[in-house]
């Protein structure tokens, strides 16, 4: 595993690791949003920050299970797959974020 990261997600477990960071994304969320509604920057930040780390590490471990789960054309067809909902995801995000504001 390369970095810092890679070795806190050997220690902890592949699959403890994800859960703990999608609760953590999840947080982030949801305090982001709470600082939206009352109009406070701060918590703002301290969700979108809590988000992306939760994330950064959710994307990691997802990227360490697919090399476990997957051998050959699999892994090449799985990871296309996470590749394509990223950018897919990303794309849709600022189309939809008007709407859904109102």
């Known amino acids: ?13 592949r699959s403890k690791c994800a ?22 920057l701060a918590v703002m930040l301290v969700g979108r920050f809590l988000f992306w780390l939760g994330l950064n590490v959710l994307l990691m471990t997802q990227t360490i299970l697919v090399y476990d789960l997957f051998k050959g054309k699999d892994l090449n067809c799985a990871m296309t797959l996470i590749v394509c909902s990223i950018r897919f995801g990303g794309s849709l995000a600022y189309p939809l974020s008007g709407p859904l504001l109102h």
Not at 1 to 13: A, D, E, N, Y
């Open 1 to 13: 595993f390369c970095g810092p990261l890679g070795t806190v997600i050997s220690r902890i477990g």
């Open 19 to 40: 859960m703990v960071s999608s609760f953590l994304a999840a947080a982030g969320a949801t305090l982001t949003t709470l600082g939206c509604h009352s109009s406070n």
